[in-house]
């Protein structure tokens, strides 16, 4: 179990370096296309790179997000239970969360499937948007995984005391 959550930390990690590139460049795109603007010409195709660097920036950035635990949590009403009812509490919503990430993870991977099929490309730029959209499933596969170590945690705490 150590292994496994040594690993699943360690790409959310590598996920959040990507992510922070991908912000990096969408602000400089977007700098210098409002630059380029003003001196000569814009940057051709500037609004689908900004998105699909965001969608890499958000998908990549939500597991590492879960490690940290930055996701919203009630923890004024939660810490006035025992632990053994917080860690049902957590038990129950790792088990709803995993369940959630999972199907947005598949369903991406259906809809990317779908969109390389049809060859779906950007608006102006004709780039594929089906890795992407891989991308975005494999940042919620990712969550999953961090909910799952999380739950497994949650319910060694709640059958133990």
Known sequence: ?????RVIHSLTRMCDRLAQCAVVAMMLIVVGNIVL????????GTYDVVMILGSIAVAFALGYCAVQRGHIAVEIVME???QRVQ???DS?????????F????WQCWVYGTDMWRCGEVSM????PLHPFIYGVG????LVCMVILVDLIKALDKAVSK
Do not use: K, N, Q
């Open 80 to 82: 006035r239970f025992s």
């Open 124 to 127: 102006s730029v004709y780039i």
């Open 92 to 100: 129950i919503t790792g088990i709803l969360g995993v369940g959630i």
């Open 87 to 89: 860690a049902i509490v």
């Open 37 to 44: 603007r003003i001196l000569w010409r814009p940057i051709y």
């Open 102 to 105: 999972a199907i947005i993870a």
């Open 138 to 141: 494999f940042g919620c596969a």
């Open 1 to 5: 179990m150590a292994y496994f959550e």
